[in-house]
């Protein structure tokens, strides 16, 4: 397809909250030491690709993975509606502490009611249409070109589900890993997927790596 346009997706590097499982939502937590060190893989991992453009969530953590794939001369934007979704009064909170906390509303979020927003939060139906809308309109943009996102894990789910057109409250089955490349493409047809969940850059990431972090 010779105007389709190509989209590397992926997610932020590691932060400390994520090896919590501990929800992030909208609040901004930085990249922890190996998330840095994932962000510098990434950037020599990607230095072949014809990159137009580089669009990235603002929330230090997608910036900042973002920020590391400055040396491959494309210009980087910030984009508010690639954030993650917002969860109000989950932000903050473990898995484990939403369950006890609240536990009807804890089994709604964890069985994927498309409708269900927690307190001061968004529904996943509402997230879902602002940040795959965000990335249709990006690759609309760039026809014939290839684009990253630098997002979230939400937004990852999202976007596979979109390329792969599964509904919004199927049950997961597929990995959204840190700082991997997730492939997409995209024509007038829609998107489809090419490649998910790309970690080999990522593999014996060592001591010496975390050092430079």
């Given at each position: 397809?010779?105007n389709?346009?190509?989209v590397?997706?992926i997610r932020?590097?590691?932060t400390?909250?994520?090896?919590?499982?501990?929800?992030?939502?909208?609040?901004?937590?930085?990249?922890?030491?190996?998330g840095?060190a994932q962000?510098r893989?990434?950037?020599?991992?990607l230095?072949?690709e014809?990159?137009?453009?580089?669009?990235?969530?603002?929330l230090?953590?997608?910036?900042?993975t973002?920020?590391?794939?400055q040396?491959l001369?494309a210009?980087?934007?910030a984009d508010?509606?690639?954030?993650?979704?917002?969860?109000?009064h989950?932000e903050?909170?473990?898995?484990?502490e939403?369950a006890?906390?609240w536990?009807?509303?804890s089994?709604?979020?964890?069985r994927?009611?498309?409708?269900?927003?927690?307190?001061g939060?968004?529904?996943l139906?509402r997230?879902?249409?602002?940040?795959t809308?965000?990335?249709?309109e990006?690759?609309?943009a760039?026809?014939g070109q290839?684009?990253?996102?630098?997002?979230?894990?939400?937004?990852m789910?999202?976007?596979?589900?979109?390329?792969?057109?599964?509904?919004?409250?199927?049950?997961?089955?597929?990995?959204?890993?840190n700082a991997?490349?997730n492939?997409?493409?995209?024509s007038?047809?829609?998107?489809?997927?090419?490649?998910?969940?790309?970690?080999q850059?990522?593999q014996?990431?060592?001591?010496?790596?975390?050092?430079?972090?």
């Amino acid at each position: 397809m010779e105007n389709a346009t190509q989209v590397l997706a992926i997610r932020h590097g590691e932060t400390d909250w994520n090896r919590d499982t501990r929800i992030q939502g909208q609040l901004d937590i930085p990249l922890n030491q190996r998330g840095r060190a994932q962000a510098r893989r990434l950037a020599a991992a990607l230095a072949g690709e014809p990159l137009a453009a580089v669009y990235a969530s603002d929330l230090a953590r997608a910036w900042e993975t973002a920020a590391a794939l400055q040396g491959l001369g494309a210009p980087i934007h910030a984009d508010a509606r690639l954030r993650e979704r917002s969860f109000g009064h989950f932000e903050g909170q473990t898995w484990d502490e939403i369950a006890r906390r609240w536990p009807e509303q804890s089994l709604r979020w964890r069985r994927r009611d498309p409708d269900f927003a927690a307190e001061g939060g968004e529904s996943l139906s509402r997230f879902y249409a602002r940040c795959t809308d965000a990335v249709r309109e990006l690759a609309q943009a760039h026809p014939g070109q290839t684009i990253a996102i630098v997002a979230h894990g939400g937004v990852m789910d999202c976007l596979y589900r979109l390329a792969a057109r599964l509904e919004l409250h199927a049950a997961r089955s597929w990995t959204l890993g840190n700082a991997s490349i997730n492939r997409l493409i995209y024509s007038p047809e829609g998107f489809g997927l090419v490649g998910w969940n790309d970690d080999q850059h990522l593999q014996d990431l060592g001591l010496d790596d975390l050092a430079q972090a």
